[in-house]
């Protein structure tokens, strides 16, 4: 019951003016971020981190929550009228919601994955709020070696889930952690890894820096050159009436992809290396793989709709139960949040619950706020919102190029990021084209900084006995699962090999 | 794009090796009663980068990933096109950041892209090359107090002039 009460404090928070129009405000600009194809809520987040400085903390993270569930919404508003998932996340909604679509049935598509995305937030945040006291309370006893394990599990979801290239998505998380690096020894106080001596590298490399040159530079010079033919918007004409009848429709038809959806994707939410974008994949293909009607997915099933909409929106509440517990983010997304609380002068992890009470639950409370928000801007702006896809990407291009240039200045105040900004873009435009995968590199350089000085705190304990890992009670268990994760590909390589000679 | 992975992985490569013996500057070993040393973890790091670009090199001569296989070029003419054109405006807008002002440097960059890369209209090209920074000015400047670079001695007049405005 204590729970509830902070609840409803939280929620109460989150209703006070300044919050209520953040919410507002973030869910709007999620949407439109959501439903631009080429730019995701990571790429939001980052980019309007530096604009959050004006507010107090407990305030920023509403707001940035708030565009990143609205981005779960708005990305399916392009996979159903453009044919083009507006994020990754939305991918897997063009599977049936263009077909839909294109029979004509756009509003049922649009209503449909409005309904089963509210309906995957509540879901996911009635679990969160569940789960998360419980979790902290239990990492309130975590020492350092615990937590570099738990580093080493996140990074080791990247190798053995991730699905990428294994060498290239290894070099990312390593790369990552070098640039964390760069500045001074913390523990020697000596200065580190200060390149050809430029002053600049003193002050370290500023995880914004990598974050805004990866997904604001690099991934719209990326989406320029990959959008390059026109996009056709199909319209979708609605009224109240329509509304209430697709939802009937919806409900009926979409109900079993929602429920599936909700779960699943709340649970591989929580794993790190996975997220809202595999967590939405893989309910469309169990929903599909559980339903009397398989043979209409891919040709414009309800279901096929309604699950991953409900699964994008539930994992993106999932990704945030480890942040918030125990200082690990669950998604790229969350990355940024978690260095955005670091730049706010808050420390994350199991701690905050019982430091910043009103800080944790204002952002629980946003939750349900935001999602009921999400939902009614949703419905009552679908054709602003195709109306607003129809606008050049010449004129969205440099926006956010000069968001992207004066954020990166915002946050160090320093030209000398912005140059190693730009360096980072183009970077990683190369590195894109070449199926490196970048996600992994963003996370590192927030984890460096807590990873390195826990390994080295842990090491000391022991008396440099790496076993430290092992043989505690609770970093034991993790350090296994996660060496098994780096060493599953490898396991799979050679019983390929076995089969193959037997 | 076959060449390209292996100019990336070569150049990654020779990243990781700089980046190993930059960290071995400080104390790589354990240090008994201190822990392991300032560079120790960098090092190791690097070294894992290094192994990882082998790898990547091994995976190209097995053919083993899509890009090692891959004989479409790199960069095709529109791609090339593209990213000189958005680089030349991203490198011009920057460079001119300390000589006209952030503002200045983003209503030539604006102009550039918005007229000169999409063709748009002057109206539209003028309300947004103009629009934005006055915008950003009042945000940045006027609600956030954060100062933006004002560029070279010469702007001073006109940016004295705005902050008796605003202060």
Partial sequence: ?502 | MRLAELITAAVLALLSIYLMFKSAELDIGYLPGEGPGGGAWPFWLASVMLISTILIVINWFKKATPPSRSTEPFMDDFAKKSLVKVGVGLLGFIALVGVISMYGAMLIFLVYYVRVLGKHSWPTTAALSIGLPVIFFIFFEALMRITLPKGMKFTEPFYNFLNTIIY
């Fill in chain 1, 1 to 502: 019951m204590e729970i509830l009460g902070h609840l409803s404090d939280g929620i109460w928070l989150s209703l006070q003016p300044l919050n209520l129009g953040l919410i507002l405000i973030g869910v709007t600009l999620g949407l439109f971020i959501g439903a631009m194809p080429g730019l995701g809520s990571v790429n939001g987040v980052a980019i309007l981190l530096p604009v959050t400085f004006l507010v107090p903390p407990s305030s920023a993270i509403i707001f940035l929550a708030a565009i990143y569930y609205g981005a779960m919404y708005g990305g399916a508003i392009s996979s159903i009228t453009l044919g083009i998932p507006g994020a990754s996340t939305a991918v897997a909604t063009t599977f049936d919601g263009r077909p839909l679509a294109l029979k004509g049935k756009a509003s049922l598509a649009l209503v449909t994955a409005a309904l089963a995305s509210f309906v995957g937030g509540t879901v996911s945040n009635v679990l969160f709020t569940g789960f998360a006291p419980l979790l902290a309370h239990v990492a309130l006893s975590f020492g350092p070696p615990e937590i570099f394990a738990l580093m080493l599990l996140a990074f080791a979801t990247f190798v053995g889930l991730g699905g990428d290239d294994i060498p290239k998505t290894i070099l990312s998380i390593c790369m990552g952690l070098v640039f964390a690096a760069v500045g001074f020894d913390e523990i020697s106080g000596e200065p580190r890894l200060v390149f050809f001596g430029i002053t600049g590298f003193m002050h370290g490399i500023n995880f914004l820096v990598l974050a805004i040159g990866v997904y604001g530079l690099g991934e719209m010079i990326w989406t320029i050159e990959s959008t390059r033919g026109e996009m056709t918007t199909t319209d979708a004409k609605m009224s109240l009436k329509t509304v209430v009848a697709d939802s009937k429709t919806a409900a009926r038809e979409g109900w079993r992809g929602t429920a599936i959806g909700s779960l699943l994707g709340f649970f591989v939410g929580i794993l790190p290396a996975a997220g809202a974008t595999p967590g939405s994949l893989m309910s469309y293909g169990v929903t599909k793989m559980l339903s009397r009607k398989p043979e209409e997915f891919g040709k414009g099933a309800v279901d096929g709709v309604a699950a991953p909409e409900a699964a994008n929106n539930s994992a993106s509440t999932g990704a945030m139960l480890p942040m918030l517990t125990l200082g690990i983010p669950g998604s790229p997304t969350t990355a940024i949040l978690l260095g955005g609380m670091v730049i706010w002068g808050m420390t994350p992890g199991p701690r905050l619950f019982t430091d910043e009470p009103a800080f944790v639950w204002g952002l629980i409370g946003s939750f349900y706020v935001s999602n009921v928000f999400a939902l009614l801007i949703n419905l009552a702006f679908i054709p602003v919102f195709i109306w607003m896809l129809r606008m050049p990407f010449t004129i969205l291009a440099p926006l956010i190029f000069v968001l992207s240039v004066v954020g990166g200045y915002a946050a160090t105040a320093d030209m000398h990021d912005v140059w190693l900004m730009l360096g980072f873009g183009f970077g990683a435009y190369a590195l894109r084209k070449l199926d490196y995968p970048l996600a992994p590199a963003v996370l590192a350089i927030v984890l460096g900084p807590i990873a390195e000085p826990t390994l080295r705190q842990s090491l000391l304990l022991s008396s440099g006995d790496p076993m430290i890992f092992i043989n505690r009670p609770i970093a034991g268990p993790i350090t296994i699962i996660a060496l098994i994760l780096i060493f599953l590909p490898l396991i799979n390589l050679i019983r390929k090999k076995m089969v193959a000679q037997a």
